[in-house]
């Protein structure tokens, strides 16, 4: 339970962290899908609620932002440990795995992520990627990229390559 609570404090501290950042939008995302559980509805009301939060922490928002960031983070945490409580050990374990990526997600230093990708499969000479593929050159090798809880990847037959995961050409 102690982890799961420290999971919950540190996923409520990636929603604050994340907002108004480059890794919103695939934080705001995951954590709807996450809460929605494929309820389009209950997902839609996620993402207003993320909204707010990001609203809520947007400069000059609030008169005093460190209080604000600190209400937001404890009232995310709280969510999080609400959600984890109510599942079953099996839906818990995938929650506990989702917001690991989440958290990923969220420490990701700008750049490319790809997160919980499918399987790259790649036959008779052929190239499958699923994931990140950046050029090299300048703006490649400045930006970061990472893969977290991607697919398998399978390559049949002279010359093909498949990857799950990031390739920098």
């Not at 954590?31 to 009301?45: I, K, M, Q, Y």
């Not at 697919?151 to 498949?162: E, F, L, N, P």
Request: glycine share 14%; proline share 2%; hydrophobic share 40%.
């Amino acid at each position: 339970m102690e982890t799961l609570t420290a999971l919950a404090a540190a996923s409520g501290g990636a929603v604050v962290q994340a907002a108004g950042t480059d890794a919103w939008h695939a934080v705001r995302e995951r954590v709807a899908e996450l809460f929605g559980r494929d309820d389009t509805e209950r997902g839609r009301a996620e993402l207003e609620r993320l909204d707010r939060t990001a609203r809520a922490l947007a400069p000059g928002a609030a008169d005093d932002p460190e209080r604000e960031a600190l209400r937001q983070e404890g009232s995310w945490q709280g969510r999080f440990e609400s959600l984890l409580e109510s599942l079953d050990a099996a839906a818990q374990e995938r929650a506990v795995r989702d917001l690991r990526a989440l958290l990923a997600i969220a420490a990701a230093p700008g750049g490319d992520v790809a997160l919980a990708t499918g399987r790259a499969t790649a036959r008779d000479g052929g190239s499958a990627v699923t994931g990140v593929r950046r050029s090299g050159g300048p703006l490649g090798s400045e930006r970061g990229a990472r893969a977290v809880d991607t697919g398998d990847a399978d390559a049949t037959g002279a010359g093909s390559s498949a990857v799950s995961g990031v390739v920098t050409e």
